[in-house]
């Protein structure tokens, strides 16, 4: 059965989510929510973005997990999306909330800043 990149990818995202969520009773997996999946052609590679709710030893526990069940979400994803192929699967930690947040804090800074600025002008 042929997918469509795209499709693939969020197909995979989704079982992922259902699998690590549901069937992984690993104590080292921690609140992991998987954000993206990209594949990279031709599909025999697929980059998983996760987020962790936690801190930094929570996120590398949760790592270590996930890349010990590798073996184990492979097989699983070939039975439930019926793939003959299934793609490697390399975990990587999705860092952009924590940007995201950083950068927040930077532009309340900024603003702190220009405002006190504006301040010192008007006296």
Known sequence: ?????ERLAEMIRDELTELIEGELA?????????SEVKLEPPMRLARIYFAVSGNEEEQVRTMEGLLA???????????????????????????????????????????????????????
């Open 69 to 123: 069940a590798r073996g184990f979400l492979r097989v699983e994803l070939g039975h439930r999306l019926q793939l003959r192929r299934v793609p490697e699967l390399r975990f990587e930690l999705d860092r952009s909330k924590e940007h995201t947040q950083r950068l927040d804090q930077l532009l309340q800074r900024a603003r702190k800043h220009y405002t006190a600025m504006d301040r010192r002008k008007e006296n």
């Open 26 to 34: 690993d104590p080292r997996i921690g609140l992991a929510t998987v």
């Open 1 to 5: 059965m042929p997918h469509r990149p």
